[in-house]
């Protein structure tokens, strides 16, 4: 069967400075919501997550991914847990693609991940735990930066929805092979999109492809930082912020040069938490933009929709 990949949309990009947090400095709390406020995206340096870490799960997954397709095919297809390769999604989007994406909650009894898992050494199931709890912590503890800086109550009213057993996150592995050919034209990687959860945390080898659109519709180029993660905000977020956060709509070109391998963390809230905007943010109930939905109503939704529609009309008041 032949698969279309999608033309790249004529977009002009350009250089933008990504804001960068630094976890430890005690302004950082002031620069989130700056960052969330301004471009639903931003950089963070000294996040205490071990750099041997990253090296060895990168590897895992680099091995993981030059398996023969017959071994990979065994955790697939995506469902939407799996192995998945070009197909994204149910609803027939395709990219020039490989990944894993993996149930972080439940990871250990889903029966594709199993079947992931199965295809690899017992260390990349250790190191996939380890990163996941690691992320939890760094999601959690941004949500708690915002918490603080807006003054959002009850306490721990968004990290929590991340630090619960019920959070419904999961953990997704990306590999954008190089081209051969080295007259290969950029293609789409991973469609534009935005991500349904609360927020994401991206990490990537130093290959270029991850861009983000900002308001006035200008894609531009996320420098990589192997060292370093990317947060992206997420609708869910933006629904509980009553749109003053907005979730970065964001896309990924292949890189021609180098293979483009990266990880991200959804985090997500408990499939039956209401998102709605948060009464604290909001004290009139005629200034909400958003109604209530549960995450596993508005999840449902997100399923039946192509990657680049836009999701948040179903929360949005008639
Ligand atoms: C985008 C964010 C996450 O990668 C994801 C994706 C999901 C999938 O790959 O199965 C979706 C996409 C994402 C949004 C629209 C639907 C669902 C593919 C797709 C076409 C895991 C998620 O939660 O939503």
């Known amino acids: 069967m032949v698969i279309l990949l999608q033309p790249i949309p004529k977009c002009k990009t350009s250089p933008v400075i990504i804001p960068v947090v630094d976890l430890t400095d005690p302004t950082a709390k002031t620069q989130i919501v700056k960052a969330c406020e301004e471009l639903g995206f931003f950089k963070v340096v000294n996040h205490g997550v071990?750099?041997?870490?990253?090296?060895?799960?990168?590897?895992?997954?680099?091995?993981?991914?030059?398996?023969?397709?017959?071994?990979?095919?065994?955790?697939?297809?995506?469902?939407?847990f799996g192995y998945g390769s070009k197909r994204i999604g149910l609803k027939g989007d395709v990219g020039c693609i490989e990944y894993i994406l993996l149930n972080a909650n439940s990871?250990?009894?889903?029966?594709?991940?199993?079947?992931?898992?199965?295809?690899?050494?017992?260390?990349?199931?250790?190191?996939?735990?380890?990163?996941?709890?690691?992320?939890?912590?760094?999601?959690?503890?941004?949500?708690?930066?915002v918490e603080e800086e807006l003054g959002i109550e009850p306490k721990e009213k968004l990290s929590k929805l991340?630090?619960?057993?019920?959070?419904?996150?999961?953990?997704?592995?990306?590999?954008?092979?190089?081209?051969?050919?080295?007259?290969?034209?950029?293609?789409?990687?991973f469609g534009e999109h935005t991500d349904p959860q609360l927020i994401s945390v991206l990490r990537s080898n130093d290959a270029e492809g991850l861009q983000i659109c900002l308001k006035d519709g200008t894609w531009?180029?996320?420098?990589?930082?192997?060292?370093?993660?990317?947060?992206?905000?997420?609708?869910?977020?933006?629904?509980?912020?009553?749109?003053?956060?907005?979730?970065?709509?964001?896309?990924?070109?292949?890189?021609?040069?180098?293979?483009?391998?990266?990880?991200?963390?959804?985090?997500?809230?408990?499939?039956?938490?209401?998102?709605?905007?948060?009464?604290?943010?909001v004290p009139k109930q005629e200034d909400y933009l958003y109604k209530e939905l549960t995450w596993s109503q508005y999840k449902s939704y997100v399923y039946k929709t192509k990657l680049g529609d836009y999701r948040l009309g179903l929360f949005e008041k008639q």
């Open 220 to 281: 531009v180029s996320v420098p990589p930082d192997h060292s370093s993660f990317f947060v992206i905000v997420g609708d869910t977020l933006q629904v509980m912020t009553n749109g003053k956060f907005k979730s970065v709509k964001h896309r990924v070109l292949t890189n021609t040069k180098r293979s483009r391998l990266s990880m991200i963390y959804f985090a997500g809230p408990p499939l039956m938490e209401k998102i709605a905007p948060l009464a604290c943010l």
């Open 162 to 189: 991340v630090k619960v057993k019920e959070s419904d996150s999961c953990l997704r592995i990306n590999y954008y092979k190089e081209k051969e050919e080295t007259t290969a034209k950029e293609e789409i990687g």
């Open 107 to 145: 990871h250990l009894s889903s029966t594709k991940t199993t079947a992931v898992l199965r295809q690899t050494p017992a260390i990349f199931r250790e190191m996939v735990e380890e990163y996941t709890e690691e992320m939890k912590r760094m999601s959690s503890k941004v949500l708690e930066m």
């Open 50 to 80: 071990r750099s041997d870490l990253l090296t060895k799960l990168h590897e895992e997954a680099t091995e993981f991914f030059a398996l023969p397709q017959s071994l990979k095919d065994k955790a697939g297809p995506a469902d939407p």
